[in-house]
């Protein structure tokens, strides 16, 4: 079994910045890509960031230049810095990780979410 514990949503009025971090642990022998997304009430989950093991990045269209994913590997460890945030931004983020448990299984694991909402 593969956790995922996400921290640092909250409320932020526009112009802000926050930072999510996700952090993995379990059986876990290698981690592949970790990643963000995010839902908005009665639509589909999206994609924000990933971060593969090698360091490649892909970002949403609507997040690029603002939004800054990272990776810690030792501490199996993904951080989402969010600048310049923007009422749309509103939705519950989601952490996903996806890696081997061990030689013989996968895992894509997804965290409880955590609400950002971008308000004055």
């Known amino acids: 079994q593969v956790r995922l514990v996400e921290s640092g949503g909250g409320l932020v009025q526009p112009g802000g910045s926050l930072r999510l971090s996700c952090v993995a642990s379990g059986s876990i022998l290698s981690i592949n890509v970790m990643g963000w997304y995010r839902q908005e009430p009665e639509k589909q989950r999206e994609l924000v960031a990933q971060?593969?093991?090698?360091?490649?990045?892909n970002y949403a269209d609507s997040v690029k230049g603002r939004f800054t994913i990272s990776r810690d590997s030792a501490k199996n460890t993904v951080l989402l810095q969010m600048n310049s945030l923007k009422p749309e931004d509103t939705a519950v983020y989601y952490c996903?990780?996806?890696?081997?448990?061990?030689?013989?299984?996968?895992?894509?694991?997804w965290g409880q979410g955590t609400q950002v909402t971008v308000s004055s």
């Open positions: 971060i593969t093991s090698g360091g490649s990045t």
């Open positions: 996903n990780v996806a890696g081997r448990r061990n030689v013989w299984a996968n895992f894509n694991s």
